[in-house]
């Protein structure tokens, strides 16, 4: 055949494969995503589009990856007869003690929702921007005697990153147990020789993944967003911080950069330690060190830890917002980075305002992802018109994900308001169910909305219509984000 007839047949031939394979992705996403909206999404763009969505798809579809997590439930299940042999959670009595109090009752899903239960007689302090909380961090760490277990999403090798290198190093140097895991994919850029230092100095280091396998590399989905440090089983870290300079608000366009951590004491630090140790055997097939004081101070408030991720029996972390927004009477503050809520998270609020609540959203002013900031303005203008009160905060990047219930529960975490938290990521959360912290976190809030911005109902009609189009199309293909 002459080279001139051959080579249209050939890109005939391609064509028709690209198609073919893009009604079989499309057929298989309706099989496995998740959510309706997510299956339509992908389904459509696979379809009509496979040149453009079939690559993507195998990176970040497959939501409903089987396989991955069965294997997770049963790794899960290995972990916990493992940790059974140990004679762990010896603060049952805690926990019945903290079950029957009235501010707990409010959310009456939350016994069943999360694995773990509330307890009483913890200490949480609000660690408010990077400065603090890394702080107090690297003070608690310096102070480390025996086991120090340490996890983040991302880790760079700046000078932050160095820093706490340094100290890990010297801890480690010191004969303390140090444990570290970060995530595959949100540390992608974190060099080889930074944790191969660590390895060579005592550390023990893993990197999270989704599975083994040539197409499974390329997965993007099931990423481990949580942020922990747990010092000698006797405090513990968690919130919205990463390691790396710009959460200290060092690295313009963003900076200053807003977050927010907390420091906890007491009975609730062995459930980071458990939420921990699942990470930590599903890489390594291992236990760590799992340390508790041998008595706990009196007094306190009540805390639960709510470990969320894709291989829970149901979707816990967008239970959790429903839930807690559905028990509102008075109040629903919330602040996330990211505004992508689902039909069930939108109804909440609707409904709550509807109830007479004082719905809030505060979002950053300044986008980080580009096409999210548009789908976030979009579903933020449409909450405007359902009567939330939506702030944009000016000052820098906001990053903190705090909600505010009433006048007593507060969750501070790692989750934001999108599908990514609630279907596809490993999240950490901590409910505290007390009046004083409340209050607190009101106060912190306060001074948010007084440097945001609030939106209102003309803003739309300032938007270019381009700008609208673009907004209406991010909006499209959320479900995927």
């Known amino acids: 055949m002459p080279l001139d007839f051959a080579i249209p047949n050939l890109f005939a031939y391609l064509i028709a494969a690209i198609h073919l394979l893009g009604v079989f992705a499309a057929v298989h996403a309706v099989l496995t995503v998740r959510t309706a909206q997510g299956a339509l999404a992908w389904a459509l763009s696979l379809f009509f589009m496979p040149y453009l969505t079939l690559l993507p798809y195998l990176v970040f579809g497959r939501s409903r990856f089987d396989a991955y997590i069965k294997a997770r439930r049963r790794a899960d299940q290995q972990m916990h007869k493992a940790m059974a042999a140990l004679n762990w959670r010896p603060w049952v009595d805690e926990a019945l003690s903290a079950s029957a109090a009235p501010v707990y009752q409010q959310l009456r899903a939350l016994p069943r929702l999360g694995r773990m239960p509330c307890l009483a007689n913890n200490q949480v302090q609000l660690l408010i921007d990077g400065e603090a909380a890394f702080a107090a961090i690297l003070a608690a760490l310096a102070g480390a005697r025996k086991v120090i277990l340490l996890q983040f999403f991302i880790v ?84 919205g911080l990463n390691v790396g300079d710009e959460y200290l608000g060092h690295k313009p366009p963003l900076a200053p950069w807003r977050d927010t951590h907390v420091e906890v004491r007491g009975p609730v630090v062995a459930c980071l330690q458990e939420s921990f140790a699942e990470d930590w055997f599903w890489s390594s097939h291992q236990l760590p060190p799992l340390l508790l004081p041998e008595a706990y101070p009196g007094g306190g408030m009540l805390c639960q830890v709510i470990s969320s991720g894709p291989a829970d029996p149901q979707e816990t972390c967008a239970l959790l917002f429903v839930e807690a927004i559905h028990s509102a009477r008075e109040r629903v503050w919330i602040t996330s980075p990211y505004f992508i809520p689902d039909e069930a998270l939108f109804s909440a609020m609707r409904l709550a305002v509807l109830r007479g609540v004082d719905v809030r959203i505060l979002l950053p002013a300044r986008a980080d992802h580009r096409v999210v900031y548009a789908a976030s303005s979009l579903y933020a203008f449409e909450a405007l018109r359902a009567g939330v009160r939506v702030f944009r905060y000016q000052p820098g990047f906001l990053h903190q994900k705090v909600m505010l219930i009433d006048n007593s529960v507060t969750a501070i975490g790692s989750a934001n308001l999108d599908n990514r938290s609630f279907r596809l990521n490993f999240e950490i959360s901590l409910l505290t169910f007390d009046s004083d912290f409340a209050a607190e976190a009101e106060q912190m809030l306060e001074q948010d909305f007084a440097r945001s911005r609030e939106l209102l109902a003309a803003d739309y009609q300032n938007v270019h219509r381009l700008q609208q189009l673009a907004m209406r199309v991010a909006r499209l293909i959320s479900p995927i984000l």
């Open 156 to 239: 760079r090798d700046d000078l932050l990153g160095r820093r706490l290198q340094d100290l890990l190093l010297e801890r480690a140097a010191a004969g303390v147990q140090v444990f570290v895991l970060y995530d595959g994919i949100g540390s992608h850029a974190l060099p080889r020789y930074f944790s191969d230092k660590m390895r060579a100095g005592g550390i023990q280091v893993r990197a999270f993944t989704t599975s083994s396998g040539l197409l499974n590399r390329f997965q993007l989905n099931f990423r481990n967003h949580r942020k922990i440090v747990v010092v000698d089983g006797e405090c513990a870290f968690l919130g």
